[in-house]
Structures are given as C-alpha cells and as structure tokens.
C-alpha cells in the first residue's frame, strides 16, 4: 500500500502540464489491435489502468513496444489468443473494451467481467444490448466471471442505448467498424474521450460519422489500417488541478489543456469567485483563487457531456465544503459515489449526504489534517484537495486508487507548491 503524507495550508503557485486522457486512451489501445499494422499512440498517460491494458493486449499476443514513457507501438497482427482472463484485468473497467475489438478482429472474444472503482453498480447491459444487435452472441459466465461472445455475420444494425453510456458507446464503436453495413447508436455518449477514439478509428481507414453529438453513424469497412495518434489532454486531470487551486488558492497555469473541455468546471469555480483564464491559442488555462478571499456557494448537478462530470464531482464537493454559504451536490450518473464524504466530516467538513443521490454542505472556514482513507479514484484526487486545503497534516491511505488515473499526482503538486510525499508502507507494517 501506499500513502502520502501532506501538509497543507501552502498555496499553489506554478505551471502544471497536462497529461493525456486515460478515458480516451483505454478505448485507443483497444482500437489499435484491430489492424494487422502497426499502430503509434502518443501522450499516453503513464498510469496503472493504462499499464494493466497494455498487459493484457501483450498477454492474447499483441507487441507492445513502449518507445517511452507516453509513447506505444501496438501490433495487433500477432494476436493468437481471444481469451482475456486474468486476475488483472479483472481490476479495470476498460476490460470490456476488449470484447469490442476482438469480436470486431477475431469473431470471438472471452473477456473477465469489468471491475474498477466502486461507485455503483455499473452494469454493462447497454454493451451486450449493442453487440448482440450487430449479431454477437453474448453469454455471462457467472462462474468463471466473464463473458463470452461470438459471431459469424457481424452485421451493422440501429441502436437505440437506454442510456448514453461512454463505454457502450465507445464497445459498439470499435466492433462496428468492421461489420458489414452502417451502424446507428442513437443517444450515444459525446464525452471529449468518445471523439477522440472516433478521430482515431478514422485515423485507420474507419468511416464514423456524428461523435460528439447523439446520433454515430458507422460505415463498416473492410479493413482499418496503421496510423500514428495523438492522445487528447485529461479533462479529469485538468478539471482536478483546478479544484486544488481554488481550494488551497494560488495562482497556476495548466499547460496542454483543451478549454472547450473544461467549460463545465470552469464556469462553476468562476461562479464561486475564482478566475479562470484562457490563453490566447486556446492550450493553457490559468486558474488564480485569491488566498484572502471566502470562495461562495453552488448548486451542481452531474450530467453526461457537456454538463459537469460525474468524474469531478467529489473535487467540486471537496472546493464547495470550503465555501462561505450553504451548497448541494447531486451526483445523477453513479448511485455510490459519495463515499469519501466521511472522511471529510473526519476533517472537520459539515456535510450530510442523503439517499446517496444528494450532498447537502454548510461551507466552513477551515478543515484540519487527520488520518483519512482512499475508497477510489476520483475520490482520492478530491481527498488530496482537501488535505492540501488543510490546517495540518493528512495521512491518506490507498493512493494506489489515484495512480490508477494521474500520472505522478504527488511530482505534479510538489512541483507548483505543495508539501506531499508519498511513502511505501510494508506489509509487517500493514498488519
Ligand atoms: C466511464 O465509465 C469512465 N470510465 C468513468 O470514469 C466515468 O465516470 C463514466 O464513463 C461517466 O463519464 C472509463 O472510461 C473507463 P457509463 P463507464 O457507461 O463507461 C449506466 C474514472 O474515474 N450504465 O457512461 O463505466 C451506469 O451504471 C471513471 O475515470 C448502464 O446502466 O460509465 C451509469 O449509471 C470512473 N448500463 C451510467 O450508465 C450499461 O450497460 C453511465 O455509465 C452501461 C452503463
């Protein structure tokens, strides 16, 4: 397990730089094993999920040449196997990526059933509901916790998704660009990280039309070819760094930043008192939080793009629970997405959350450093917030959940101020 240790109360003062986006990037590694050619994605992210996918496409036989730290070469002409069923993969979302493509390449698939964060049931209806319209069978094995899909006519079909899913979206996407005829999803998902793994299947020779809006055309082609691709910044990422400003206040600019994506976050924080200011050529964001001045209160709700993702709806929180007034959190994606808000109330935050659908927060002035425990990603990152905004020291437990998705969060925060030190405690310890 890993820890950090962090001292707060220190403003943020600095340029950060933005790394790639881990939500579009999953989706790319698994588009990358549907060509024969080689395939060079750049501005990975360097972190654990992205990792864990990179091993698992290694282990049914893809090459996987890490250039370097944010840069892969995929091959996917190796493939021999079309079971991805280990231990690991189990621990990501993005496993079901894998069902996507390889129905797409192979015509069959055995994937381990999705894990990832905590933070609700998460099912994967919508998936199934989209491959079988494109004719795959789909059987779940709850024994061996995976599932099984074959096809022998993938054929392009009209979906209509239930809810705009960003994974369904993204799985019907990477098996229906090799089907034969044109596939429709209707109330698709049209997070930044959906266009981005268009722009990339198109980048092979793919015909998608529409991402980005509710309605995706796909033209299914015969064969994708290799291409080289760009990751998009991280608007978690990005999103996150602004919550910390404005919660421990400063004054830094986010480098590599795309600030259509950012909207939502930064008109709320702007809303509150905070400034945030685009660069002229639209790739950096500067985020000042005076030191002296009581943030306001807000209402937020989350909401599919482009309203305020479910993804930094506990930074807001961590941002609001510092705020001079009364403010409400209603998380509307996910039904347990709430759960760090004990270990605010053991820093001293006033916040009381109901049905586990709405956080209603009595801002305080101050919250105090204390031993507090990590239940998942974006909690974690919010977590880290409030102990940079802390009188104190914080002792967090479990930022392994954070690694999943920030690429050096601790280096990042030193870098513009803050005293964060991650520690390895050992098992004896443990105990
Ligand atoms: C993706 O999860 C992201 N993960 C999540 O990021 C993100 O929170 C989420 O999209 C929403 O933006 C990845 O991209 C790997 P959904 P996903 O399918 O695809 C329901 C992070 O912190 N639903 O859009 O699993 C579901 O229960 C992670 O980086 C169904 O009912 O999310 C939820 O209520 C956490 N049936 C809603 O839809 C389905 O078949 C949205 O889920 C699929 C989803």
């Given at each position: 397990?890993?820890r950090?240790?962090?001292?707060?109360?220190?403003?943020?003062h600095g340029?950060?730089?933005?790394?790639?986006?881990?939500?579009?990037?999953?989706?790319?590694?698994a588009?990358?094993i549907?060509?024969?050619e080689p395939?060079?994605?750049?501005n990975?992210?360097?972190?654990?999920?992205?990792?864990?996918?990179l091993d698992a496409i290694r282990?049914?036989?893809?090459t996987v040449?890490?250039i370097?730290a944010?840069?892969?070469?995929?091959?996917?002409?190796?493939i021999?196997?079309?079971?991805?069923?280990?231990e690991?993969?189990?621990?990501i979302?993005?496993s079901?990526?894998?069902?996507?493509?390889?129905?797409?390449?192979?015509?069959?698939?055995q994937?381990?059933?999705?894990g990832?964060?905590?933070?609700?049931?998460?099912?994967?209806d919508q998936?199934l509901?989209?491959?079988?319209?494109?004719?795959?069978?789909?059987?779940?094995n709850?024994?061996?916790?995976?599932i099984?899909?074959?096809?022998?006519?993938?054929?392009?079909?009209?979906?209509?998704?239930?809810?705009?899913?960003?994974?369904?979206?993204?799985?019907?996407m990477l098996?229906?660009v090799?089907?034969?005829g044109t596939?429709?999803?209707?109330?698709?998902?049209?997070?930044?990280?959906?266009?981005?793994v268009?722009?990339?299947?198109?980048?092979?020779g793919?015909?998608?039309?529409g991402?980005?809006?509710?309605?995706i055309?796909i033209?299914?082609?015969?064969s994708?070819?290799?291409t080289e691709y760009t990751v998009?910044p991280d608007?978690?990422?990005?999103?996150?760094f602004?919550c910390?400003?404005?919660?421990?206040k400063g004054?830094v600019?986010?480098?590599?930043?795309i600030?259509?994506h950012?909207?939502?976050?930064?008109?709320?924080?702007?809303?509150?008192?905070?400034?945030v200011?685009?660069s002229?050529d639209?790739?950096?964001?500067?985020v000042?939080?005076?030191?002296?001045a009581?943030l306001g209160?807000s209402t937020v709700r989350t909401?599919?793009?482009p309203?305020?993702?479910?993804?930094m709806?506990p930074q807001?929180?961590v941002?609001?629970?510092?705020?001079d007034?009364?403010?409400?959190v209603?998380?509307t994606i996910?039904?347990?997405r709430?759960?760090?808000?004990?270990?605010?109330v053991k820093?001293?935050?006033e916040?009381?959350?109901?049905?586990?659908?709405t956080a209603k927060?009595?801002?305080?002035?101050?919250?105090?450093?204390?031993h507090i425990?990590?239940p998942?990603?974006?909690?974690?990152?919010?977590?880290?917030?409030a102990a940079l905004?802390?009188?104190?020291?914080?002792?967090?437990?479990?930022?392994?959940?954070?690694?999943?998705?920030?690429?050096?969060?601790d280096g990042?925060?030193?870098?513009?101020?803050a005293?964060i030190?991650k520690?390895?405690?050992?098992?004896?310890e443990?105990?």
């Open positions: 397990m890993n950090y240790i962090i001292n707060g109360g220190k403003p943020l340029e950060v730089v933005i790394g790639g986006a881990k939500n579009a990037a999953l989706g790319i590694i588009g990358a549907l060509t024969d395939v060079t994605i750049e990975l992210p360097d972190v654990s999920d992205i990792n864990v996918l282990g049914i036989g893809a040449e890490r370097d944010h840069k892969a070469v995929i091959c996917g002409k190796t021999n196997s079309v079971v991805v069923n280990s690991v993969i189990q621990k979302r993005a079901y990526y894998l069902l996507g493509a390889l129905v797409g390449k192979k015509g069959k698939a994937v381990a059933m999705p990832g964060c905590e933070i609700g049931a998460r099912p994967i998936h509901k989209g491959l079988r319209a494109l004719g795959v069978k789909c059987d779940e709850d024994a061996e916790n995976c099984y899909a074959s096809v022998t006519n993938l054929h392009g079909s009209g979906i209509f998704l239930d809810v705009a899913s960003v994974g369904a979206t993204i799985n019907i098996a229906a090799l089907a034969k596939t429709t999803i209707e109330n698709a998902a049209k997070e930044p990280h959906i266009v981005d268009a722009n990339f299947l198109n980048s092979m793919a015909r998608i039309k991402a980005g809006t509710d309605v055309r033209f299914g082609v015969e994708l070819k290799g998009i608007q978690i990422e990005a999103g996150t602004m910390a400003v404005a919660a421990a004054d600019t986010l480098k590599n930043v600030p259509r950012l909207e939502a976050i930064s008109s709320k924080l702007e809303e509150i008192g905070v400034t200011t685009e002229e639209g790739t950096e964001v500067r000042v939080s005076d030191v002296n009581r209160a909401r599919v793009y309203g305020f993702p479910t993804d709806q807001i929180t941002v609001l629970m510092l705020g007034g009364d403010s409400t209603y998380e996910f039904e347990n709430f759960r760090y808000v004990d270990e605010l820093m001293g935050a916040i009381k959350v109901k049905n586990n659908e927060i009595h801002g305080v002035e101050a919250v105090h450093g204390t425990d990590v998942d990603l974006r909690a974690g990152a919010a977590l880290t917030i905004a802390a009188d104190g020291q914080t002792v967090m437990d479990w930022i392994d959940y954070i690694e999943r998705g920030y690429e050096d969060f990042k925060l030193r870098g513009i101020g005293d030190v520690e390895t405690v050992n098992d004896i443990e105990a």
